[in-house]
């Protein structure tokens, strides 16, 4: 089968979409590739917050497929809003790479034993966190794709910029990476690609199950599931991390205020069987230690 695939003109957008692309091949299709630009890639100088928040990387490739101009679309999971728009759904989930975030360093790592230094993100969820360890740490905003923000921060005066690891490496710009920031709770869905696609069109859907990994599927819709239930939009700093050992979930999740001065951190695990009852549990947990005001709090920040 032909299939006609969407994607965004970045760098990391293509290489994913390559991958995809390739494992198709692999099964036998034809494939085109068709560029579409996003809201996002095309307002760099605003904090994603203030545009739309994620829907802002996914909304033109939505309405492509609903307008039946491409088959599919692939996207970095965590840009893909926890509620999908009508007659779209998640095809497939790909097995995740690192989910982490990473550091890359202007000067090395020295400045992480200094009393202040300037670290770039447009993340609120990092910002917080980051804050939370290094409260005399300075935060700035950047926008761009990864190559674009690693060039930024060597022509800057900043110490460094925390960017996901993932994407680091599939752009083949591992030897970037200073230090991996094993404390930071990452976005839900961090590290894997899904695949969106119509919900009517039963061919497609077909083919693409073929790619979907279980396991990554499963974690990744536990993490998504605490997001959501904490109604924790683009500005909210909320994170979660599922892992899957020998039938077992460990679910990790934090939600923060914005200058990192108050957190909520969750640590739970179960069965596999009791995947989406465990998200509902943290986010229960999270919520009775407080949770909601600190997401409304980043909501209201955002609106001022």
């Known amino acids: 089968m032909h299939i006609k695939i969407g994607s965004r003109k970045s760098k990391l957008a293509l290489r994913q979409t390559h991958n995809v692309a390739d494992r198709l091949t692999e099964l036998g299709h034809t494939y085109e590739i068709i560029l579409i630009e996003s809201e996002g890639d095309k307002v760099l100088d605003t904090p994603l917050s203030l545009i739309g928040g994620k ?64 670290i770039a993100t447009g ?30 921060l ?18 083949g710009l591992k030897n970037e990476i200073d230090q991996e920031l094993t404390w930071m709770v990452s976005a839900p869905a961090q590290g894997a690609v899904a695949i969106i696609c119509h919900t009517e069109n ?49 679910l990790k999740g934090v939600v923060l205020s914005s200058d990192g001065k108050e ?3 969750i640590s739970l695990k179960d069965d596999k069987a009791n995947g989406l009852n465990l998200a509902q549990r943290a986010a229960q947990q999270a919520k009775d230690k407080g949770a909601q005001k600190l997401i409304e709090s980043a909501e209201n920040e955002k609106n001022i």
Do not use: M
Not at 77 to 85: A, G, R, S, Y
Not at 154 to 171: C, E, F, H, V, Y
Not at 202 to 228: H, P, Y
């Open 55 to 118: 829907g802002v990387f996914t909304k033109a490739l939505d309405n492509a497929i609903l307008n039946k101009k491409i088959d599919i679309a692939v996207h970095s999971f965590k840009d893909i809003p926890t509620i999908l728009e009508s007659n779209l759904e998640i095809g497939a989930i790909l097995k995740r790479e690192n989910p982490k975030d990473a550091i890359v360093c202007r000067k090395g790592l020295e400045f992480l034993n200094k009393d202040s230094a300037v």
């Open 123 to 152: 993340s609120n969820r990092r910002k917080a966190q980051w804050l939370n360890k290094y409260p005399n740490h300075k935060i700035v905003s950047i926008r761009g794709n990864v190559p674009t923000r690693i060039q930024k």
């Open 154 to 171: 060597k022509q800057s005066k900043w110490d460094a910029t925390i960017l996901a690891s993932a994407g680091l490496i599939r752009l």
């Open 202 to 250: 039963e061919s497609i859907k077909s083919i693409v199950n073929e790619l979907n990994d279980e396991d990554t599927a499963l974690c990744t819709s536990i993490e998504r599931s605490f997001l959501n239930i904490l109604n924790g939009g683009c500005s909210a700093p909320v994170g979660a991390h599922v892992t899957l050992s020998k039938n077992k979930l460990y």
């Open 263 to 265: 957190k909520i951190l």
